[in-house]
């Protein structure tokens, strides 16, 4: 991993927007739409994960416009009541609204791709995204995204793996029961991404476009946007994360 001790520094010319991402289905949450539910956790009970989420980034100085992937189907602005009033009436110097929602496409990605579409119009020097199901971002890790990505370009935060990781051969047999060791991976050569992962924003819009053209032609679907920048723009580099920076995925997550 990179030094993550760097500091934002020379940021005159750096417009920095965040990308939040709050349209999936929330299938493994029984049916309950995540970002939308109280955070037990919080002080203020009226504190939902998605509000948690966008507050912790409305909070740093070095951040613009934040643009939040809705279900596409949403028509009554259930993700805007579900946040603090005095964000939804935040303005930009310009008078633009500093938050904006878009429908989310048929995946994760097509849904990052439809948010960088809107932030066009912004000219943002750099992009973070950021899972609206990880409500306990501090801003610690992201004013060290920031500096790292204003650095290296392309940063996302990472833990290390603490047990012996496999790969399987799921190809030799057809049991469900169980399964061929094909490789034995080293832990140290692994980690587990977090987000906010953060980009140059022209390259990584461009990356998404070639992206959206490779799953047209091959069936393909890409798991993270460090992904796509790592096959259509460069390397990645990867700072430390922050153990306290959860993703909610089940009811036991919440305490629920």
Known sequence: MVDSAASVNHVDDVNVAVVI?????SKRMGGKKKEYLSLPSSADKSLTVLGAAVSAFASCPEIGPIVIT????EENGEAASCLPAELCQAKLSGEQPRLAFVPGGPTRRASVHNALSLLKSYNPSHVLIHD???????????????A???????VIPALPLVETPKELDRNKTG???AHFIKRHLRREDLCIAQTPQAFAFA?????HEKAREKEKAENFEYTDDAEVWGEFAGQVAVIPGDPANKKITFPADLDL
């Open 175 to 177: 049991s469900s029961e």
């Open 70 to 73: 809705v279900p596409p189907d």
């Open 148 to 154: 790292a990505a204003i650095k290296y370009g392309a």
């Open 132 to 146: 609206g199901a990880r409500p306990w971002v501090k801003a610690e890790l992201i004013q060290k995204i920031i």
């Open 203 to 207: 390259e990584i819009l461009a990356a």
């Open 21 to 25: 991402c709050a349209a999936g289905s």
